[in-house]
Nanobody, 116 residues
């Protein structure tokens, strides 16, 4: 099993930046594909970005392309989400997820609020 703890959320003005971190423990982090998802109040959870176990494949939702960057440091068991040019519509609870061999683990989330 993998335990995931997100951090780095907060309140920021539109146009600002935040960097989210997700620290993993429990299993070999480098075996896992990692992703970021978000859920705004009253909405379904949606995909934001993902990175493969090696870092060789990266995917983004169209809504964040060119503004967000996902990366990972396997030596630190951590995945990051650099968020630039934030918009009020980016306001949500951001979760990281770890996936391998058909099993998916989720963190509790970190709140991001973007004021206009």
């Amino acid at each position: 099993q993998v335990q995931l703890v997100e951090s780095g959320g907060g309140l920021v003005q539109a146009g600002g930046s935040l960097r989210l971190s997700c620290a993993a423990s429990g299993r070999t982090f480098s075996n896992y594909n990692m992703g970021w998802f978000r859920q705004a109040p009253g909405k379904e959870r949606e995909f934001v970005a993902a990175i493969s176990w090696s870092g060789g494949s990266i995917y983004y939702a169209d809504s964040v392309k060119g503004r967000f960057t996902i990366s990972r440091d396997n030596a630190k068991n951590t995945v990051y989400l650099q968020m630039n040019s934030l918009k009020p519509e980016d306001t949500a609870l951001y979760h990281c997820a770890a996936e391998a061999r058909g099993s998916t683990y989720w963190g509790q989330g970190t709140q991001v609020t973007v004021s206009s």
